[in-house]
């Protein structure tokens, strides 16, 4: 059962461009959400985070928007850079059950951006 | 600078042969966890630890085991009990329970 799921395997955006990145979720007690990049044989870099009492997190090129009762979240990049080329991975996590830390991880999109 | 170490980079597993993977972070943190990652796929959670000699098991913990002796360090041993090994492994610690996780490089374990 995928509780976390990132649709579109590619995206390919021009540079200047704004990418989208769009991840489903579908567990309610999910409360906070996480977005990371990686690039090929390297760990993932987080990127930026919301919380569910949140619906839009900022920080410089990159913003977060969370819909919960559409349980979507996406990620926004304007203007998008040739050196945003990578895998980018939502993540998700339960902070009420014993707040573990225990995140819960999409597919994976990759990213192209085109000079 | 403070991190995540993760060794070897590229590891080779004989038939039947357990082989342990290094994790070492410098940065104080609590909580320590390891993923696998396959192509195609998103990471899975083999096994955490909040806290030094505590440690649960994750989604994937069958054909592993760990250890927590040390705050800084969380090897994860890959037994001969796991029949597909091949895949990226992925260490990975945080302050505590809603803090972004930090991520190592990885090692790449292939079977000979």
């Known amino acids: 059962d995928q509780q976390v799921k990132q649709n579109s395997p590619s995206l390919s955006v021009q540079e200047g461009r704004i990418s989208i990145l769009n991840c489903d979720y579908t567990n309610s007690m999910f409360d906070y959400f996480l977005w990371y990049k990686k690039y090929p044989a390297e760990g993932p870099t987080f990127l930026i985070s919301i919380s569910s009492i949140k619906d839009k997190n900022e920080d410089g090129r990159f913003t977060v928007f969370l819909n919960k009762s559409a349980k979507h979240l996406s990620l926004h990049i304007v203007p998008s850079q040739p050196g945003d080329s990578a895998v980018y991975f939502c993540?998700?996590?339960?902070?009420?059950?014993?707040?573990?830390?225990?995140?819960?991880f999409g597919q994976g999109t990759t990213l192209q951006v085109k000079p | 600078d403070g991190g995540i170490t993760q060794s070897p980079k590229y590891l080779f597993r004989k038939e039947g042969q357990n082989v342990t993977l290094s994790c070492e972070q410098n940065?104080?943190?609590?909580?320590m966890y390891w993923y696998r990652q396959d192509p195609g796929q998103g990471l899975r959670l083999i096994y955490y630890?909040?806290?030094?000699?505590?440690?649960q098991k994750g989604d994937i913990a069958e054909g592993y085991s760990v250890s927590r002796e040390k705050k800084e360090s969380f090897p994860l041993t890959v037994t001969s009990a796991q029949k597909n090994p091949t895949a990226f492994y992925l260490c990975?610690?945080?302050?505590?329970?809603?803090?972004?996780?930090?991520f190592g490089d990885g090692t790449r374990l292939s079977i000979l």
């Open positions: 630890s909040q806290i030094v000699n505590d440690f």
């Open positions: 940065l104080n943190h609590d909580a």
């Open positions: 993540a998700a996590s339960n902070t009420g059950s014993g707040n573990t830390g225990k995140l819960i």
């Open positions: 990975a610690s945080s302050v505590q329970g809603n803090q972004p996780q930090h």
